[in-house]
């Protein structure tokens, strides 16, 4: 259960796959979706003994079509069929935990939950995924992954798979191997207006925002503000710390080591109060993409004001 779905269907798969040999599958392995069965429909096949096996599976997907009524499933999970294996997939949700149904699960069998990740733990679990297969990552790399597919590590997966195909022998994923195969402009995209913004290259953070006018659907003004935001914020962190080593500036803002010159270059750039000043001018430029106060301006307008209220 939960709100990440990535691991509820790989433990679902892993299961789909290993648990019976393709022999002993025809008979003794069923697939059921919530949206077309009741509890009762579920409970039936899971009382079911299996034919010349040891066991038999029963996977329900989409398991929270069935939150109205879940809670029958109790007798069940308190009385379960020692030789079937049955997997609820309950994406998006968690089961209401005062409940007895999670209780009783978390007794006899497993109860896992599969939480969302923070966007500043998106770029070490693609390092992890990439290094259990023998593949490394550029930093740069995994962030312009991160702000171009989000924390959806379905998708995230998804697009990994496809550039190891790509690469062949080739180990190292680059922000070239991002643009080449993705989409993804490594001159133009949020981080590098970041870097831009940091750095006060007021050429380089124009000709960003040019293109992102021209591209908004690949760039949405929204997203871009709340980079920024999270950007600065962390940027106000970094001025109160004492310790401004590398490491610990590392694990303060909670980013790889390898951007902490971005925010050592930044902090001189632009100094507590001017932080502060900030941070307000991307608030006001949130409500104006929004349509407060500002109904008629176009994205790459609010966009200009705000670069040169900012860097100025």
């Not at 914020?233 to 109160?240: A, D, E, I, N, R």
Request: glycine residues 4%.
């Amino acid at each position: 259960m939960g709100d990440e779905p990535y691991y509820i269907d790989k433990i679902a798969e892993y299961i789909e796959t290993h648990v019976l040999s393709e022999e002993e599958k025809g008979f003794n392995q069923v697939v059921l979706y919530g949206r077309d069965v009741s509890i009762e429909d579920i409970v039936s096949n899971a009382k079911r003994f299996p034919m010349m096996a040891e066991r038999q599976v029963v996977i329900v997907k989409e398991a929270q079509e069935l939150s109205r009524t879940i809670e029958n499933l109790v007798a069940y999970a308190e009385n379960p069929q020692p030789s079937t294996v049955l997997v609820i997939c309950y994406k998006y949700k968690t089961l209401d935990k005062r409940k007895k149904l999670s209780k009783i699960v978390a007794k006899n069998g497993v109860l896992f939950e599969s939480k969302k990740l923070y966007e500043n733990q998106v770029g070490d679990w693609i390092r992890r995924v990439l290094s259990g297969k023998n593949y490394r990552v550029e930093p740069k790399a995994a962030l312009m992954l991160v702000e171009f597919l989000g924390t959806d590590l379905a998708k995230i997966n998804n697009e990994l798979e496809k550039l190891m195909l790509v690469l062949g022998d080739e180990k190292l994923i680059t922000a070239r191997h991002i643009e080449e195969n993705i989409g993804i402009s490594k001159d133009y995209n949020n981080f590098e207006l970041r870097k831009a913004v940091g750095e006060k290259q007021i050429v380089k953070a124009n000709q960003i925002i040019t293109y992102f006018a021209e591209n908004p659907k690949s760039n949405p003004l929204v997203m871009t503000i709340s980079l920024l935001n999270s950007f600065f914020t962390q940027l106000l962190v970094y001025h109160g710390l004492r310790d401004k080593s590398k490491g610990n500036v590392a694990k303060a803002l909670r980013v790889n080591p390898y951007f902490v010159t971005d925010y050592q270059k930044a902090a001189s750039n632009y100094p507590m109060r001017k932080v502060s000043q900030v941070i307000s001018l991307l608030r006001d430029a949130d409500l104006k993409s929004k349509g407060v106060g500002a109904s008629n301006l176009h994205q790459r307008d609010i966009l200009k004001e705000l670069l040169f209220k900012m860097m100025h």
